[in-house]
């Protein structure tokens, strides 16, 4: 979806079109709306390969479109977006106040990027177009900042100018001028938190079997991920409940232990179940997937991670268009706070520097690559972001702010990233980060969710035998333990102690002792095709000298790295991935990085 909003300037129809035509060259179109020009505004609604969206139109001039999935209000000029829910971008236009609202969902999952450029309003679901309409350069900071994290967050974007918006806001455009507002932020139900164990559980499994009753309970078919963890078997035993005619989805190959175990859940749950095992070669699978991982992607999600995800999701698409997964479940466990350690749930003090370091900056990069290290900016940078986020919940328990900060995180990092990009594709829905779900687990009781113990309740209540099936990650099932069970979760234990030691000795000595494991041969075959595809886009090539994002980086080490990216035993794939990824989105927009 592109459009150019203007509030104190009659609009042009030829920009228009030029923005228009800068989307589809990064993703096509099937079909182009142009919406009613009225009194300074215009829009365009695109439907590219695939995508979902809805344009309406009224009778006055009004019109609203919006993308992804819109529940709980009726998309209009006058719908009250506190009571909307779901992953949804939405533009209206009211044509009597004329006015034109701007709003992404509650939890920011599905992204709108704004850019404004003399007295214009740029929107758009796709920052790539905007950039490259107005040859916006890439911010050098934010590049650094990308390729040491992996991701952005909040209203960061890879382009200078280009901002997204914040979870739950609303920016209104008008010849008044413009106003942006928080129309729904989360907050703590303290009668819930007051709950026990148990009642707890059943009020948790009461929401989230509604809503998904409400939700998805009407839709033709709907594909569920399945993995071998505790987040998607509770998901897919709630589908059940809820009754959605639903089926369940796992990506590996038959010897995984986590597709063994998935298979085992969805035959014991009775679910119709595919495993999408990967290609014996990714030679000729690959290529065709890189251009719409970089157009999508926007510079927000690495490519070389999208590409393996578009592989299964086209295969499903083709079956049914609907996707949801399991992602965030993590809040109805201790995740987002395990890092407190003794002070979790007992304080108001949010330690925000041991957060970052060991949920955001963990993980090794070779911080030799940077021209200059870029960690200590970040670090600050991440911090100020979020104390801004936590300012209004200053007074709450630090395990509720934790909560917080990682649903802020899941919508406008990694997961939000991930569903805007597969639009392209699939709609793909994460009802953990529904609103009711949501406030429901974060206002349960803090030692409640420990040790999995929540998890563990709601999913023997829902199937005491799906539950027992232990998890292909901590080896344990997902039930309460019992006297008669303790010895089932020994590996659970040995497995926490084996993962608090990795924490505590990358902290101390910058990188993690464990073994790594042996690199699949089609994980070789897949990166000498993103390395073939990067060196090919715009006849540019790889030569660190003139690569567009070289100046970032020591040349002689960077020329290093990708020179040994396609030996078998290349072990920095991410950081590789990172590195493409914002090199070819500066190609793809035709732009440089900044100066600063």
């Keep these: 979806m592109a459009i150019a909003a203007l509030s104190d300037v ?26 009613p020009p009225s009194d300074g505004f ?9 995508w979902r969206q809805s344009a309406l139109w009224e009778s006055d001039g009004s019109w609203t479109a919006f993308a992804g ?61 905007i950039a490259r309409h107005l040859r916006l350069p890439a911010d050098r900071f934010r590049a650094r900042s990308f390729v040491r994290t992996g991701f952005h967050v909040g209203d960061s974007t890879l382009w200078e100018g280009v901002r997204r918006l914040e979870p ?59 993995s071998g963890g505790h987040d998607s078997r509770l998901l897919a035993l709630i589908l059940d409940r809820a009754g959605v005619d639903f089926s369940a989805a796992t990506r590996g190959d ?109 993980g090794h990069v070779d911080l030799s690559l940077f021209a200059s290290d870029p960690t200590a900016a970040v670090r600050d940078d991440l911090t100020r972001r979020f104390q801004g986020w936590l300012e209004a919940y200053s007074d709450e328990p630090n395990t509720f702010q934790l909560d917080l900060l990682y649903a802020y995180r899941a919508g406008t990092g990694r997961y939000g990233g991930e569903a805007s990009a597969e639009l392209g594709i ?74 608090g030691a990795r924490k505590l000795t990358q902290k101390a000595f910058g990188r993690s002792f464990a073994r790594s494991p042996a690199v699949d041969p089609r994980e070789t075959t897949l990166r000498r095709a993103v390395l073939a595809y990067a060196g090919s886009v715009s006849g540019e090539g790889l030569d660190p000298s003139t690569m567009r994002t070289g100046p970032i980086y ?9 020179a040994a990216a396609g030996r078998d035993d290349f072990r920095q794939t991410d950081v590789m991935d990172r590195i493409l990824t914002v090199e070819l989105a500066l190609r793809a927009t035709d732009t440089a990085l900044s100066d600063g």
């Design 426 to 499: 699939l709609t793909r829905q994460w009802p953990y980060l529904y609103r009711p779900i949501l406030t429901a687990a974060i206002s349960t009781h803090w030692r409640h969710r420990k040790r999995h113990r929540l998890v563990r309740q709601m999913t023997e209540r829902l199937d005491p035998v799906v539950a027992a099936v232990p998890t292909s990650w901590w080896h344990a099932p997902v039930q309460p333990m019992r006297l008669r069970t303790a010895h089932r979760f020994a590996p659970y234990y040995l497995s926490l102690g084996r993962r």
């Design 254 to 362: 038959p010897g995984d232990e986590e597709a063994r175990v998935a298979g085992r859940v969805a035959e014991l749950g009775g679910w119709e179940w595919r495993l999408f095992p990967y290609p014996a070669s990714w030679k000729d699978e690959a290529p065709p997937l890189l251009p719409k991982a970089v157009a999508w992607g926007d510079g927000y999600v690495p490519i070389l991670h999208l590409a393996r995800r578009f592989w299964k999701h086209e295969r499903t698409a083709e079956v049914c268009p609907s996707l949801v997964g399991g992602a965030a479940g993590e809040l109805l466990r201790d995740f987002a706070w395990q890092q407190e350690f003794i002070r979790a749930g007992r304080s108001t003090r949010v330690d925000l520097g041991r957060w970052v370091d060991m949920r955001l900056l963990r």
């Design 69 to 129: 999935v819109l529940y709980g209000v009726s998309p209009s000029p006058g719908a009250r977006l506190e009571e909307a829910d779901g992953h949804f971008g939405l533009i209206s236009f009211d044509a009597g106040r004329r006015r034109m609202i701007v709003a992404t969902d509650a939890f920011g999952v599905q992204a709108m990027y704004v850019a404004e450029s003399e007295g214009r309003a740029y929107v758009s679901t796709s920052a790539m177009a």
């Design 42 to 50: 215009r829009a365009a609604v695109i439907a590219a390969e695939g």
């Design 554 to 562: 020591r040349q002689d080490r960077l020329g290093s790295l990708l």
């Design 168 to 226: 739950g806001t609303a920016l209104e455009l008008g010849r008044a001028g413009r106003t942006e507002l928080f129309y729904w932020r989360p907050t703590r139900d303290e009668a819930v938190t007051r709950l026990g164990l148990a009642k707890s559980a059943d009020h948790v499994l009461e929401v989230a079997v509604g809503a998904a009753a409400a939700y998805l309970g009407s839709r033709p078919c709907t594909w569920a991920d399945l």
């Design 10 to 35: 009659e609009a042009s129809e030829v920009e228009l079109r030029e923005f228009v035509a800068a989307y589809e060259a990064l993703r096509g179109a099937e079909r182009v709306e142009y919406c």
